[in-house]
């Protein structure tokens, strides 16, 4: 596409906002004016693009009718305050902060429910789920045809950066104490994080569910299309910086051929199947990259009608960013 398109991105200083910008240079998105926006407190700092320091204003004194897209990277109450008055000034939003109702902006991954674009109507609003939502629909979309599902059990280990820029500073800051047997006095999270695991990621409702896990079950029933199926989902913290894992049961309504998922997986668009026998890790594979790798593909032990196996993928990067950036290709040959 010849036309370039204005682009702003709110949250710009945070982990999601810069790696948008550096995939918005990576895939050649036509940007023409880039507008980077964050809070009173980020304005001023710089983020790299293209060769140039590209400076960051305060989002809000910026005027939405600059430009045509606009990428909300920081928390649900910055998506709350400004997503209006961009949508009011014609320009498509792309929210990652899961802040808008599911009725203005639903959930979209490429890879599962692109036609769903079609039939929004301008100004778009359009909401990326959470990394885990994004990681596990792309494994199942491609096995509709093949299995019944019935309940999903998903056990998702959340890398620190599910926090943002503070979590991974902190879980640097601690394991830095504690190698160097200094005192431990936890900032972010309410105990000791390195080299520990966390039982819970967030603060759990009267029924002891975390918002996490409750976003988790909406957003996979919504993007699979599936709203009765039935989700049990635990979230946990675990000591590592980048790539949430997640360890998943499927039950079906009848036997599994395990091959014929293996095939299918092997085949889909954004998945990365791992050999049996061996097996992927956040570090040793998905980190920087922007597939969705599977491994340890199996059958139950007991049960010919269950399905298990191992999902991990770059929550920044494949899960928020380039899912982002994905849905604005896929817009941008209307919203010029």
Same mark, same amino acid.
């Given at each position: 596409?010849?036309?370039?398109?204005?682009?702003?991105?709110?949250?710009?200083?945070?982990?999601?906002?810069?790696?948008?910008?550096?995939?918005?240079?990576?895939?050649?998105?036509? /940007?023409?004016?880039?507008?980077?926006?964050?809070?009173?407190?980020?304005?001023?700092?710089? /983020?790299?693009?293209?060769?140039?320091?590209?400076?960051?204003?305060?989002?809000?004194?910026?005027?939405?009718?600059?430009?045509?897209?606009?990428?909300?990277?920081?928390?649900?109450?910055?998506?709350?305050?400004?997503?209006?008055?961009?949508?009011?000034?014609?320009?498509?939003?792309?929210? =990652?902060?899961?802040?808008?109702?599911?009725?203005?902006?639903?959930?979209?991954? %490429?890879?599962?429910?692109?036609?769903?674009?079609?039939?929004?109507?301008?100004?778009?609003?359009?909401?990326?789920?959470? %990394?885990?939502?994004?990681?596990?629909?792309?494994?199942?979309?491609?096995?509709?045809?093949?299995?019944?599902?019935?309940?999903?059990?998903?056990?998702?280990?959340?890398?620190?950066?599910?926090?943002?820029?503070?979590?991974?500073?902190?879980?640097?800051?601690?394991?830095?104490?504690?190698?160097?047997?200094?005192?431990?006095? %936890?900032?972010?999270?309410?105990?000791?994080?390195?080299?520990?695991?966390?039982?819970?990621?967030?603060?759990?409702?009267?029924?002891?569910?975390?918002? =996490?896990?409750?976003?988790?079950?909406?957003?996979?029933?919504?993007? !699979?299309?599936?709203?009765?199926?039935?989700?049990?989902?635990?979230?946990?913290?675990?000591?590592?910086?980048?790539?949430?894992?997640?360890?998943?049961?499927?039950?079906?309504?009848?036997?599994?051929?395990?091959?014929?998922?293996?095939?299918?997986?092997?085949?889909?668009?954004?998945?990365?199947?791992?050999?049996?026998?061996?097996?992927?890790?956040?570090?040793?594979?998905? /980190?920087?990259?922007?597939?969705?790798?599977?491994?340890?593909?199996?059958?139950?032990?007991?049960?010919?009608?269950?399905?298990?196996?191992?999902?991990?993928?770059?929550? /920044?990067?494949?899960?928020?960013? !380039?899912?982002?950036?994905?849905?604005?290709?896929? !817009?941008?040959?209307?919203?010029?």
């Amino acid at each position: 596409m010849s036309q370039s398109i204005d682009i702003a991105v709110i949250g710009a200083t945070g982990t999601v906002g810069e790696t948008i910008v550096q995939i918005l240079e990576e895939r050649d998105f036509p /940007v023409g004016d880039l507008h980077l926006l964050a809070s009173a407190e980020s304005a001023g700092s710089s /983020v790299a693009y293209r060769g140039k320091n590209v400076r960051v204003r305060e989002v809000d004194a910026f005027d939405f009718n600059k430009v045509k897209i606009a990428f909300f990277a920081a928390g649900p109450a910055v998506t709350r305050s400004y997503a209006a008055r961009a949508t009011a000034a014609g320009c498509a939003v792309i929210d =990652l902060s899961g802040g808008l109702p599911v009725e203005q902006a639903p959930n979209v991954v %490429p890879e599962v429910n692109a036609p769903l674009l079609a039939r929004l109507t301008k100004p778009y609003q359009v909401a990326c789920p959470s %990394p885990a939502a994004a990681a596990l629909s792309v494994v199942l979309a491609p096995l509709h045809a093949l299995i019944d599902v019935q309940r999903i059990s998903v056990t998702a280990c959340m890398a620190v950066s599910s926090l943002g820029r503070e979590g991974v500073t902190e879980l640097a800051r601690q394991t830095a104490e504690l190698l160097n047997v200094r005192p431990l006095e %936890p900032k972010v999270f309410d105990r000791q994080m390195a080299f520990n695991v966390l039982a819970q990621v967030g603060t759990p409702d009267a029924q002891g569910h975390v918002p =996490l896990e409750k976003r988790l079950v909406a957003e996979l029933r919504e993007l !699979l299309s599936l709203p009765l199926i039935k989700v049990g989902v635990t979230c946990i913290q675990v000591p590592v910086f980048f790539g949430d894992s997640l360890s998943v049961s499927v039950q079906t309504s009848a036997s599994v051929d395990v091959a014929a998922v293996a095939a299918a997986l092997d085949a889909a668009q954004g998945i990365e199947l791992v050999d049996a026998g061996d097996y992927p890790t956040p570090v040793g594979d998905a /980190v920087g990259q922007d597939a969705v790798y599977v491994g340890r593909l199996r059958g139950g032990i007991d049960d010919a009608c269950e399905l298990n196996f191992w999902v991990t993928s770059d929550n /920044v990067r494949k899960g928020a960013a !380039l899912n982002a950036v994905q849905v604005a290709e896929l !817009l941008i040959k209307d919203v010029v």
